[in-house]
């Protein structure tokens, strides 16, 4: 039966727009801009980049094909505080101010949307994986708990943008680029514009052979985007992808078997065959389709309500069982704008909520050398999550803004085992998860900011219910915590230095980590308390910017990240991990970068990135060591009578480090590494008409 709460938050959704009248229209972001100048949409505060009271990072599409267009891994991890990892080719893992001892394997514990469209399930996971970065025009992220906003988390949130490039005319797109290792990917696009009707069509192929024994993988993504001015006073826009996504799964290695051979794959031992017998594999088929609709109504007042569909074909045979699951996933999200102005003061208001709806079946059979044997468990699942927030911003004078914000959140799981007729329920909430910034403009360029918030993440089904374990947890509990930050952004000497310096400390409690039984299979368990504080450095020169010499362009940037973090309260059965080094996580991180372009149409972009040693257990007695990665490319753009055509070449890890960008944390046997690839190179094409 559906409680009340859901019922109302249900016809919320409903009757949002029954009266609506007016279109409220966002900026659009340029590569050329400076930082300072440009308009973000966190916390739907539509307010330029130094005066949004938190601390946001933006990449516009430039950047996330800035050294390796199919991918975003290099482009992602030049922004502080955040590491996105890639065990393998095809499996992301992805992190913001935090340790990702919660994902063997994809993004938990942060909320993503897409145009402002919720993409995270119900369940907590989020199959970033599919998304292809040539399909994006730019993207921002949140850092820290963002629950008063956007409901469930404690590690951030990603807002994807694919509708920055509307408004700009017809054109067509096409690439090909190849490289090491077999790599080919291909991508094209066809957009259009009449009236008030924007039509975009990408599609986009990407293979690879792989560093590594048994790491192949195969992508195919084709994505529709359309804006509809229904009335002068009403837009409607629509995105729809599906994806394709196959990928083998080498396996970890040990630290001896790193030295031995890094290509191998997971060689069998006495108990468990290997990776390739196995024919250990991802296969990910999904449908996604989703509407948001943006009006007035009336007066002050605007609102946004979005619906999202999609359904999740998931095939995963592992070293020790055949997953297939099969899951239905339905979200929708409404908020209310209301603005009023009068003098120096101003107050932005919003109110609304999101529910999301998951429904998994999920058949667990032995494997036999890749083949499903016989049935071991199958089990059906229903996640529901849903909250209202509210949120009120206050710019008062010319110099302060305040934000204040609250959201409560509910989380119910039921989940039945088909194999032993076994039912359980779970309800995690109402939680109530505030926040409160404020932000000082010490000059017209450059402003302080502090903000507290509290954030929780309740368990993902994946977490209550691992692959393989046949049980659900009915002890696995939410973690939660509060985060504090400061820090100082803006630009100098007329815009040339750009900067922004953050201090965070978040407290959380119940933190869930990752274990794995003897038999390879993953669990989960609560881990006490850990203290995650660190310091956040960002700076950019932009050293010529539209000079009349040869060079026409250079920038200078440097990423700096301080993450002492510890577990401070953490025991499991006879050991005290308390004060040792929270696993997964760097203690610092330094990425810098040179950006260079001509008048002749020739550029170059360089990047260097240094990551201290991590601990990859949490008795910290393995650790993954320090790496040193060098990439780079060159390219020259030809002008074309309607076009241009760009040609380009690059190489990565150019030093040839031997490293692992993604650790199998707590692994059984000391299987912790998977190495990345030695050094590569590639090169390609594109063409806009």
């Known amino acids: 039966m559906i409680k009340k709460p859901l019922l109302l938050l249900i016809l919320?959704?409903?009757?949002?727009?029954?009266?609506?009248?007016?279109?409220?229209?966002?900026?659009?972001?340029?590569?050329?801009?400076?930082?300072?100048?440009?308009?973000?949409t966190t916390f739907e505060t539509k307010t330029k980049w130094k005066d949004a009271p938190t601390t946001v990072a933006l990449l516009n599409k430039k950047e996330l094909q800035r050294i390796d267009p199919n991918t975003m891994v290099a482009a992602v991890n030049t922004i502080t505080g955040v590491r996105m990892e890639e065990r393998s080719p095809g499996s992301y893992r992805l992190s913001i101010r935090g340790s990702l001892l919660r994902s063997p394997f994809g993004v938990r514990d942060i909320k993503i949307y897409i145009d402002g469209i919720p993409f995270t399930d119900a369940t907590g996971n989020t199959y970033f994986n599919l998304i292809d970065p040539s399909q994006l025009q730019g993207l921002e992220v949140i850092k820290g708990p963002a629950g008063s906003m956007y409901g469930a988390n404690t590690g951030g949130v990603v807002l994807l943008n694919s509708l920055h490039d509307a408004g700009r005319g017809n054109r067509v797109e096409a690439s090909l680029n190849g490289g090491s290792y077999g790599l080919f990917g291909e991508q094209a696009s066809w957009q259009t514009q009449h009236g008030g009707v924007f039509s975009a069509l990408q599609q986009s192929h990407v293979q690879s052979d792989g560093y590594r024994q048994h790491s192949s993988t195969r992508k195919d993504v084709v994505k529709w985007n359309g804006q509809f001015a229904l009335s002068p006073k009403m837009l409607l826009s629509v995105v729809a992808f599906y994806a394709d996504l196959y990928y083998k799964t080498p396996g970890g290695l040990t630290q001896a078997q790193l030295d031995k051979d890094p290509k191998q794959s997971r060689p069998a031992t006495a108990t468990i065959p290997s990776a390739v017998t196995q024919h250990s594999s991802i296969?990910?088929?999904?449908?996604?389709?989703?509407?948001?609709?943006?009006?007035?109504?009336?007066?002050?007042?605007?609102?946004?309500?979005?619906?999202?569909?999609?359904?999740?074909?998931?095939?995963?045979?592992f070293l020790t069982n055949y997953e297939i699951r099969n899951e239905w996933n339905y979200n929708a999200r409404t908020s209310f704008g209301y603005t009023y102005s009068k003098g120096g003061f101003r107050l932005d208001a919003n109110a609304g909520g999101e529910i999301g709806y998951n429904v998994a079946h999920s058949d667990d059979y032995g494997n036999r050398a890749g083949v499903q044997d016989t049935v071991q468990a199958k089990l059906l699942a229903h996640t529901t999550q849903y909250f209202v927030f509210g949120q009120v911003n206050i710019h008062a004078g010319n110099r302060w803004l305040f934000q204040v914000g609250a959201s409560t959140n509910t989380t119910h799981y039921w989940y039945n085992s088909l194999t032993i007729k076994n039912t359980q329920q779970r309800t995690a909430g109402p939680l109530a998860t505030p926040r409160i910034s404020a932000l000082y403009q010490l000059t017209k360029s450059v402003s302080v900011y502090a903000s507290a918030a509290r954030g929780f993440s309740t368990p993902t089904?994946?977490?209550?219910?691992?692959?393989?374990?046949?049980?659900?947890?009915?002890t696995l509990q939410p973690e939660y915590g509060w985060n504090y930050e400061a820090g100082v952004k803006g630009s100098v000497i007329k815009n040339r230095l750009e900067f922004n310096v953050a201090y965070y400390y978040l407290g959380l409690k119940q933190a869930i980590v990752s274990r794995t039984d003897s038999?390879?299979?993953?669990?989960?368990?609560?881990?006490?308390?850990?203290?995650?504080?660190?310091?956040e450095?960002?700076?950019?020169?932009?050293?010529?910017?539209?000079?009349?010499?040869?060079?026409?362009?250079?920038d200078v940037w440097n990423s700096f990240s301080y993450q002492p973090y510890k577990f401070t309260d953490y025991i499991s059965g006879t050991h005290d991990y308390s004060n040792n080094k929270l696993t997964g996580v760097p203690r610092t991180v330094n990425v810098a970068g040179v950006d260079v372009a001509t008048r002749g149409g020739w550029y170059a972009a360089v990047t260097f990135n240094y990551t201290s040693s991590m601990p990859v257990n949490d008795a910290n007695t393995f650790f993954a060591g320090a790496y040193?990665?060098?990439?780079?490319?060159?390219?020259?753009?030809?002008?074309?009578?309607?076009?241009?055509?760009?040609?380009?070449?690059?190489?990565?890890?150019?030093?040839?480090?031997?490293?692992?960008l993604g650790n199998d944390i707590n692994a059984v046997g000391n299987r912790f590494y998977n190495p990345a690839a030695g050094r590569n190179f590639f090169a390609g094409a594109r063409l806009v008409l």
Do not use: M
């Open 628 to 660: 040193h990665l060098l990439q780079a490319k060159l390219g020259k753009t030809f002008k074309l009578r309607s076009g241009t055509v760009t040609v380009f070449a690059g190489g990565d890890n150019l030093l040839n480090e031997l490293y692992s």
């Open 519 to 535: 038999t390879g299979t993953g669990y989960f368990v609560n881990a006490g308390s850990t203290v995650q504080q660190g310091a």
């Open 12 to 40: 919320f959704f409903a009757t949002a727009n029954c009266f609506a009248q007016a279109v409220d229209t966002a900026a659009v972001i340029s590569d050329s801009t400076a930082l300072q100048n440009i308009t973000v």
């Open 537 to 554: 450095l960002w700076v950019k020169g932009r050293i010529i910017h539209g000079g009349h010499g040869f060079v026409s362009s250079l």
């Open 283 to 317: 296969h990910n088929q999904t449908p996604f389709v989703a509407a948001a609709l943006t009006s007035k109504l009336g007066g002050s007042f605007t609102n946004t309500t979005s619906v999202a569909v999609n359904h999740t074909q998931f095939t995963n045979p």
């Open 461 to 474: 089904l994946a977490e209550l219910a691992p692959s393989g374990s046949h049980t659900f947890s009915t």
